[in-house]
């Protein structure tokens, strides 16, 4: 294994990094410059690319087979932000297998919802965990609604101890899962009020 003066890995004959890629009518994409070493230095060539030529590059993440093709793979950063909603979904209520299973639709509704939160810097609820008191989203499927119930767990230090008040908490609390609720329906998602406006119940796009 040797570097390539892009900064891409070469194994043998073949080459892993960021790739310029121009989709065609028929076959697969053709690649028309690369390996780069990130993703950043991939987007600022593909910025210079397209505003001399005009066609639509897209920066892909993959290996250069011997033929010449492109084999996409999951990037480093793919791997990093996979590891990180798995961490995320882990702090889920440890039930919820008895609730829903892996196949069931709802399953992939929370990971969707899960992923849009986390994407958006708002932590899951760790629920039995250790940061418990922190706060987070929390989600709770309901089958017999078709959805997820989302709503805003602040820290202990709002919601039990009251530092702020009984009216900063109760007010905080609505700001923040009116927030929640714009963010995925921003997301694409179908969002309702659901008891009172104590939360909201996700269901998928449309």
Do not use: K
């Not at 101890?161 to 009116?178: H, K, L, S, Y």
């Amino acid at each position: 294994m040797s570097v390539l003066p892009s900064g891409g890995l070469a194994l043998g004959t073949v080459s892993q990094g960021w790739w310029l890629v121009v989709d065609e009518e028929t076959g697969p994409g053709r690649i028309v410059a690369g390996p780069f070493p990130d993703r950043a230095e991939a987007r600022w060539a593909e910025s210079a690319r397209t505003s001399d030529v005009r066609e639509v590059v897209r920066t892909v993440y993959g290996t250069r087979r011997n033929d010449g093709g492109l084999s996409q793979r999951p990037s480093p950063q793919d791997w990093t932000w996979l590891a990180h909603l798995g961490d995320q979904l882990d702090r889920l209520v440890a039930d919820w297998d008895a609730t829903i299973s892996d196949e069931d639709p709802l399953t992939t509704l929370v990971v969707e919802v899960a992923g849009a939160l986390a994407e958006a810097g708002l932590p899951l609820h760790d629920v039995s965990g250790p940061g418990s008191e922190v706060g987070g989203a929390c989600l709770s499927p309901e089958p017999g609604l078709g959805g997820v119930l989302v709503t805003w767990r602040q820290h202990d230090r709002m919601t039990v101890e009251q530092v702020a008040g009984a009216t900063v908490d109760a007010v905080g609390q609505q700001v923040m899962n009116a927030a929640l609720a714009e963010l995925l329906r921003l997301r694409g998602f179908q969002v309702s009020a659901f008891g009172g406006g104590s939360g909201s119940l996700v269901r998928p796009a449309l």
